[in-house]
């Protein structure tokens, strides 16, 4: 599957100009500043084409949902830090025209029925996920037949040396990036908790390696 871009509807777009993805590791949701603004590439192709009920696991400060294209019909946001979540909060509440519900839910315990949602969004919060395979296992639960994930998140490094790196640094640096786990090979634990990855780009982003594609459950 190929991931194409999507239009983005005016009243959502004029918020994208301003707001990261996560606290914890910011990178910009859109770019352009407040005249002209418009998401960040990658926060476009996380999201392009998305239609009926998405579930997005960690909102960040909520402003990334004026991204999100105008055949999604229902947003649904579990963010499992009470700092962000009240961000999150104060931003739906300035965005009326977006049908967006923020859920009292963990990274393990998604507050939705089974089989509820047509995708599932997450944006660099599955590295700091405690236990990655209940996670995976509650997005495999909540998605429709045909539902797919969509990721933008943290890769293991390709370098053995800089991967063997990251892991030593893991513990300190998991204290204070909100639980990051920077080593983790998020593409081999898809795998492994039944994910068929249909497509995937892979970058750099200061330095450490991303990767954002889609994934569905075999």
Known sequence: ????????????????????????????VGVGGRRRPRPTPERERL???????????????????????????????????????????????????TPARLLDGELTRFPAPDASCDAVVC??????????????????????????????????????????LSGLVTPLWSRAAGG???ARDILAAMRRAGFAVESVERFAFRGFDHVVGVARPR
């Not at 599957?1 to 910009?28: D, L, N, W, Y």
């Not at 509650?138 to 037949?145: F, Q, S």
């Open 180 to 182: 990051c786990h920077p």
């Open 1 to 28: 599957m190929h991931i194409v871009s999507s239009p983005i509807s005016a009243g959502r777009k004029r918020a994208a100009g301003v707001g990261i993805e996560q606290f914890h590791h910011p990178r910009p």
């Open 47 to 97: 999201v392009a084409g998305l239609a009926g009920r998405v579930l997005e696991l960690g909102s960040g400060d909520g402003v990334k949902l004026a991204c999100y294209p105008p055949a999604v019909e229902e947003i649904l946001l579990v963010e499992p830090d009470p700092f962000l979540r009240a961000a999150s909060k104060a931003v739906v509440a300035d965005l009326p025209a």
């Open 123 to 164: 944006a660099l919060i599955l590295c700091c996920s405690g236990r990655l395979a209940e996670t995976f296992a509650e997005i495999r639960r909540v998605l429709r037949p045909g539902g797919e994930l969509r990721f933008y998140e943290h890769q293991r490094p390709r370098s053995h040396l800089v991967a063997l």
